[in-house]
């Protein structure tokens, strides 16, 4: 039996819908409940529903055999994973944001917020503004908002968010899509399933 990690965040009914496309059934799961961890016996599969920022730790630690995360994730935490495919729905895209014309100039200093500390000091890097980096948990377009920050570096996936509280995306820093992640080892033993869960994928038009 295999361990899958499942993200159960906006994404889930996507990630569910190309699983179940490439032949999974993951019966009960994306339905309402809290239960955590199941086992599906028809799948042969254990199931674990864990906050994005999770998925790649329980995988790269073993605990989980593969998964599926958010390439924005993978990048920010850049663990050793292998990533066999990207999956066509449920992408967005990781942009900078803040009020409308907040695109800064060279030459300024600002504060910019984010969940993604590293990725934002590489974007900073590239550019001919420098920036503190603040770290936020979430809500982060409350920094541009209440001028915690000048600008912010987040996800726009429906631009709900951003229209709701009068921001805008002033650059798409990066398109970002969930990730099949194994780990190398479960890929070892398991290397037959795993190589034929994304076959299905790929000939059901679940990837990209
Ligand atoms: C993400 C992101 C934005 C929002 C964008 O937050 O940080 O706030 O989604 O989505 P939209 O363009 O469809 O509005 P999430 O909902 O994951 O929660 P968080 O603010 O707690 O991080």
């Known amino acids: 039996?295999?361990?899958?990690?499942?993200?159960k965040g906006r994404n889930l009914p996507t990630t569910l819908e190309a699983l179940r496309a490439a032949g999974l059934g993951l019966d009960g799961f994306g339905t309402n409940g809290?239960?955590?961890w199941s086992t599906v016996v028809e799948?042969?599969?254990?199931?674990?529903?864990?906050?994005?920022?999770?998925?790649?730790?329980?995988?790269?630690?073993?605990?989980?055999d593969f998964g599926v995360v958010g390439s924005d994730v993978l990048d920010e935490m850049d663990g050793d994973l292998l990533v066999p495919a990207r999956l066509r729905e449920g992408g967005c895209r990781l942009s900078l944001i803040g009020?409308?014309?907040?695109l800064?100039?060279?030459?300024a200093q600002i504060r910019l917020a984010s969940k993604y500390p590293n990725l934002a000091r590489q974007l900073v890097a590239s550019r001919p503004w420098s920036a503190e980096i603040v770290r936020l948990s979430g809500s982060v377009e409350l920094g541009p908002l209440l001028s915690l920050t000048e600008v912010a570096l987040d996800i726009v996936q429906t631009g709900a968010t951003l229209r709701e509280n009068g921001l805008v995306e002033l650059e798409v820093v990066a398109e970002v899509?969930?990730?099949?992640?194994?780990?190398?080892?479960?890929?070892q033993r398991h290397r037959e399933r795993l190589n034929e869960?994304?076959?299905?994928?790929?000939?059901?038009?679940?990837?990209i």
Request: with cysteine; aromatic share 8%; net charge negative.
């Open 1 to 7: 039996m295999m361990r899958l990690a499942l993200p």
């Open 34 to 36: 809290r239960k955590l």
């Open 43 to 64: 799948d042969d599969l254990e199931v674990l529903l864990l906050k994005d920022w999770d998925v790649p730790l329980y995988v790269e630690y073993g605990v989980a």
């Open 99 to 102: 009020p409308e014309g907040s």
């Open 104 to 107: 800064p100039a060279a030459g």
């Open 177 to 187: 899509q969930p990730c099949l992640v194994f780990n190398r080892a479960s890929y």
């Open 197 to 207: 869960l994304v076959r299905n994928l790929e000939e059901k038009g679940q990837v």
